[in-house]
């Protein structure tokens, strides 16, 4: 899921250069090929890709800032990230030419200018997580990578009726890998559903892709069983979503009550809940910010 989010605010934020901007990013990636979103040392990661290709349209030396610090493995549909630059290219235009210096898995989907307080992380008021399963005997081999799989078939109702206890202001340190990492595991879910799609709304983020109807009649993996999980929060805790769906496949498979994840939240304990799943089902869909709703 994400790293810790207790960080200073930037320098650049409160020591602004005269002349110095501030560029939103918005970001899709195949999360296959990366040690996840932060830069590590020797291992590829998206952050310092979007680094280095802003260090080559600029001449800056920069660091981007991200809404959520995927892991390895893990997607994103909508990622949120923001820079600072002294660079006079038209806000709308970092979109194409930092296209040109990424790798083909990893795509700005939109630029814009903001005001020099924006930050990715702490500006973000709620994230969407989908995590997406294919259950049945045999997955097929090209979805191996951008879904979990389970060999028994689950039953989407209960685990959706299962999700009703996620809803509300909870401590939810019994869903984190590691505890205390940080001030504090209390966090609000909005919503929480569990329900069965096709394979192309589950890609979809909010951007509008997609295939044409004709498209969707004549692929070859049109309409496979996909049990999609989907939750939005303000927050979440280091692989919170995936120890929770791990906890709905219980649920899914029989092997747990329906009520167990009210259990589990109670118990304030990790080993009580599910297995992590897997992170190649999951999608970091969407971040929502203040500026971005609509004025009353």
């Given at each position: 899921m994400s790293g810790s989010d207790d960080e200073p605010l930037p320098f650049e934020a409160v020591n602004a250069a005269s002349g110095t901007r501030n560029i939103r990013l918005t970001l899709a990636y195949d999360g296959t090929e990366y040690n996840g979103w932060q830069v590590q040392p020797d291992r590829p990661s998206v952050q310092a890709c979007v680094e280095q290709a802003i260090r080559k349209i600029t001449g800056e030396q920069r660091r981007v800032y991200c809404a959520g610090r995927t892991d390895a493995g893990v997607h994103a549909l909508g990622q949120e990230a923001n820079f600072f630059t002294l660079s006079r290219i038209p806000a709308a235009s970092?979109?194409?030419?930092?296209?040109?210096?990424?790798?083909?898995?990893?795509?700005?989907?939109?630029?814009?200018?903001?005001?020099?307080?924006?930050?990715?992380?702490?500006?973000?008021?709620?994230?969407?997580?989908?995590?997406?399963?294919?259950?049945?005997?045999v997955c097929p081999p090209f979805l191996r990578r951008y879904c979990a799989h389970s060999r028994f078939v689950l039953d989407a109702e209960r685990m959706h009726q299962a999700t009703a206890c996620l809803l509300g202001t909870h401590d939810f340190r019994c869903f984190e890998k590691e505890y205390p990492n940080k001030l504090t595991s209390v966090r609000t879910i909005m919503d929480a559903r569990v329900f069965r799609c096709d394979c192309w709304p589950m890609w979809q983020g909010e951007h509008g892709w997609g295939p044409?109807?004709?498209?969707?009649?004549?692929?070859?993996?049109?309409?496979?069983?996909?049990?999609?999980?989907?939750?939005?929060?303000?927050?979440?805790?280091?692989?919170?979503?995936?120890?929770i769906v791990g906890t709905l496949t219980d649920i899914g498979r029989g092997r747990q009550p329906v009520n167990y994840l009210q259990t589990v939240i109670q118990s304030l304990d990790r080993a009580a809940a599910g297995m992590t799943a897997v992170p190649e089902g999951l999608y970091l869909v969407n971040v929502e910010y203040p500026q971005d709703e609509p004025a009353a």
């Open positions: 970092f979109r194409p030419a930092l296209q040109t210096e990424l790798p083909d898995d990893i795509v700005v989907v939109h630029s814009q200018e903001v005001p020099l307080g924006f930050h990715a992380t702490f500006s973000a008021i709620r994230k969407r997580y989908r995590y997406v399963i294919h259950d049945g005997a044409r109807q004709s498209d969707r009649q004549t692929s070859a993996v049109a309409d496979p069983p996909f049990v999609i999980f989907e939750v939005m929060a303000d927050g979440f805790l280091y692989n919170m979503v995936r120890a």
